[in-house]
């Protein structure tokens, strides 16, 4: 059972099965031919779907297992330090961390590696080709998978095509992928469509939410009796097969591989009692900021700060409401707020961006959420 991201203001479990993990692992042996002489570094928490191949793959192929120190997966320069003095060849990392790592002074000494694993989100064009220029022995592969199906679907071996962006690849070893359109009709080659995931990757269900289980596993349209799981990721999937992947579909984000619903903090943030409206937006990539109106402007900041809810926490905030309270003002917030709801588009993000101001009181300090480390603002726990 892994708890991920849910847009009710709960994380939700998803219950996979040995099958499809013994599935994921020995498609990965199969693909990239761990051996007696290789050394995988450890470094994911145990709360991510990564940590379960970091784990078992070295051990069922008798290659050399080494578990990173607490905090190291956060530190460049001691990751660098680790992988030459214990000649690592294998490891991954969130897109985020690869970039922070491949321009970390000293890279070019860990000329042990062979083997970059990347997933959790997406892999940046200028990270690819950092680590051809940087670490040239070194193969990059670019998965992907939604924690809904036994860690990932797909698989890319990077190479330099010329292209804008990196694909996610082609489906894995006994899991099958399909674009399809808002029927359930597959897309031609070159269109966008949502990606649907069929196969024995897929988790059982839902823990205890029968509802959501039969919203995003459906069944499937090309095999009787079969699922399919609706992954919300847009795609396109070119003549040659490859998907490439195009953004979300809903209000879901990654930040440095932590699946957010940006709904289940709003959702967090409305159940304070003086808090009538508030939407949260994602700016430059790396931060959440929330807008807030709250139900009475003339209580006192601290009464509001003193009350925050469960799993939301504030530590190093960035970011603030353009004003605290008040439908008269509503026009001191980005222009469409009110109105819009729930809004990721380009056009309320800039907006955002455009009011986005130092703190300047109590209430914007304690109302403002960073995503220097989201999974312990987020969540007490899961993924």
Known sequence: MIYTSGSTGQPKGAGNSHRALVNRLCWMQQAYGLETSDAVLQKTPFSFDVSVWEFFWPLMTGARLVVAAPGEHREPARLIETIARQRITTLHFVPSMLQAFIHEPGVQACTHLRRIVCSGEALALDAQLQVFAKLP??????????????????????????????????????????????????????????????GIGLARSYHRRAALTAERFVPSPFDDGTRLYRTGDRVRQRADGVIEYLGRLDHQVKLRGLRI?????????????????????????????????????????????????????????????GQAAGDRQRQARPQGLASAGRHTTAGVCRAAKRAAKSPRGDLERCTRCSADRPGRQLFRAGR
């Open 137 to 198: 022995q070194a193969a990059l592969f670019n998965l992907y998978g939604p924690t809904e199906a036994a860690i990932d679907v797909t698989h890319w071996t990077c190479i330099d095509e010329g292209a804008d962006n990196v694909p996610i690849g082609r489906p894995i070893a006994n899991l099958g992928t399909y674009v399809l359109d808002a029927q359930l009709n597959p897309v031609p080659a070159g269109v966008s469509g949502e990606l649907y995931l069929g």
């Open 261 to 321: 619903e940006l709904g289940e903090i709003e959702a967090r943030l409305m159940q304070h009692p003086s808090v009538r409206e508030a939407v949260v937006l994602v700016q430059g990539g790396k931060q959440l900021v929330a807008y807030l109106v709250l139900q009475d402007q003339r209580r006192r900041p601290q009464d509001v700060a003193a009350r925050q809810p469960a799993g939301i926490y504030g530590a190093d905030p960035y970011g603030a409401p």
